[in-house]
């Protein structure tokens, strides 16, 4: 993990470097951009394993960034930014940034912060396949697919989102708790449980839009369980 690849996308030049240096102090390797197209030039040349993208840019937004991040695959991203709003943090998390830092910061709860990330999508050693009716979910891919009569659908779901399909798939017809749900799939700090349910809104518009309708039920008064169903 600790010869991981970080790029840090941020236009103030001294809060890229203080995050440069603690994640360098740390062994990471560490690649930055000021600006979003830069950030998004170095993302597809290079493949960082996980980015700190500031939401402020010039220019190009981070929400337009961290979009084209997603429309590419499943980098992680935390979102480092001086907005402190909850629906600023849930629209960052809805278009599927893995976790959310406020400035002003301390630069080794960040680094902190992208551990606990990595450690969630890097080194994962054999795990075998999860099955649920149509849906297969394979951990160590971090693929899940929705057999239909038209062929198989591969999700194109966030590492959040994916975490929390496994989790629960892991345990079919158990009702999971939104502070469960936290505790295991989502980053460490400030979680909410509105967080949780954007993400599995999220997710149920993903598995509707595969044909699977049901597969993602809410639980009145805990939260939510993953349960066998057909597919349309």
């Known amino acids: ?100 830092v406020v400035k002003p910061f301390n630069p080794l709860e960040v680094v902190a912060r992208a551990r606990a990330v990595l450690r969630r999508t890097l080194g994962r050693g054999p795990e075998t396949l999860l099955r649920l009716g149509p849906l297969t979910v394979d951990p160590q891919a971090h693929r899940a697919v929705i057999e239909t009569g038209r062929g198989p659908v591969t999700l194109d779901l966030t590492p959040t989102e994916f975490r929390i399909l496994a989790h629960m798939a892991a345990a079919p017809g158990r009702a999971f708790a939104r502070a469960d749900l936290v505790d295991a799939c989502l980053p460490e700090g400030e979680a909410l449980d509105r967080t949780v349910d954007s993400h599995v809104s999220n997710l149920r518009r993903k598995l509707a839009a595969a044909g699977v309708e049901g597969l993602l039920t809410g639980v009145r008064g805990v939260g939510y369980r993953l349960e066998a169903c057909d597919v349309r």
């Open 1 to 100: 993990m600790t010869n991981a690849l970080i790029l840090i996308v941020e236009d103030e030049p001294e809060i890229a470097e203080i995050l440069e240096t603690y994640f360098a102090r740390e062994g990471f390797r560490v690649i930055c951009a000021g600006d979003g197209p830069t950030g998004l030039a170095h993302h597809q040349r290079l493949r960082p394993d996980l980015v700190v993208l500031d939401i402020k840019l010039p220019g190009v937004d981070g929400y337009e960034v961290l979009a084209a991040i997603r429309r590419r695959g499943e980098t992680p991203v935390i979102m480092v930014t001086a907005l402190a709003e909850d629906l600023d943090k849930l629209q960052a998390l809805r278009i599927g940034a893995d976790d959310y």
